[in-house]
């Protein structure tokens, strides 16, 4: 069964310094990967995925995530934070054996600290 | 390009009620998923739909349902309403076929349903 851990409920960071919101993930076979950010009172907002290919995904707004098979995760980083960059995070997996739902995480809270 | 609509934004029913939600996915988008998000739960996948067929169906009760027409808009109901049911409901549009689900997913804004 499909599955994401995103380990951090709350992750504080200050303005102009780099960012890490961790997500390690289970599914049989390949995996499917997504980052999606929420901003209050809407819906889920597309950042980047990794369907095959380079390990380093670059997405919206300078974030990028590196997949890591061996480790199965999936860090989403962006190296200078911006105040508006606080929001809910959420990392999402979907398998490639016919399903197409995603199993997302709990999510993390991002805050930007000015 | 239109986004995934969702309407209505914010809806109050009152337990025992039931409620239909309405969702029109991105024009020549055929894959529509519907997910709750609630503070204690999280993301939860729901139902998908592609061409008019349900494909995949997430662990909910049978007062959850939907469809899916022919222009690939869907809505779904749910019946008998619960305060349990209060949430942010999120439709979810792929070009993603059965099977090849490399496309991705946009969502719309959700709609806020509570249950009084």
């Known amino acids: 069964a499909q599955s994401v851990a995103q380990p951090e409920d709350q992750v504080n960071v200050a303005e102009g310094n780099p960012l890490t919101v961790k997500c390690t993930y289970s599914v049989s076979g390949n995996p499917y990967l997504f980052w999606y950010v929420q901003y209050p009172n809407r819906g889920l907002q597309f950042l980047l995925k990794y369907i095959t290919g380079d390990n380093l995904v670059k997405g919206s707004y300078g974030f990028e995530a590196e997949f890591n098979k061996s480790q199965t995760s999936f860090h989403l980083k962006k190296p200078s934070a911006l105040v508006s960059d606080s929001a809910l995070y959420f990392c999402?997996?979907?398998?490639?054996?016919?399903?197409?739902?995603?199993?997302f995480g709990t999510g993390t809270r991002l805050t930007v600290i000015p | 390009k239109a986004g995934v609509t969702q309407t209505p934004r914010y809806l109050i029913k009152t337990r025992g009620q039931q409620v239909t939600l309405s969702c029109s996915p991105i024009?020549?988008?055929?894959?529509v998923s519907w997910y709750q998000q609630t503070p204690g739960q999280g993301l939860q996948f729901l139902f998908e739909?592609?061409?008019?067929?349900?494909?995949n169906k997430g662990n909910f009760p049978g007062r959850f349902s939907g469809r899916q027409f022919s222009n690939s808009r869907s809505e779904m109901n749910v019946s008998t309403l619960e305060l349990g049911d209060s949430a942010l409901y999120l439709c979810a549009s792929s070009l993603n076929l059965p099977g090849q689900g490399s496309y991705g997913y946009t969502f719309g804004s959700g709609t806020r349903l509570t249950v009084v």
């Open positions: 024009s020549g988008h055929r894959s």
């Open positions: 739909y592609f061409s008019e067929t349900q494909r």
């Open positions: 999402a997996v979907s398998d490639q054996t016919g399903a197409n739902n995603l199993f």
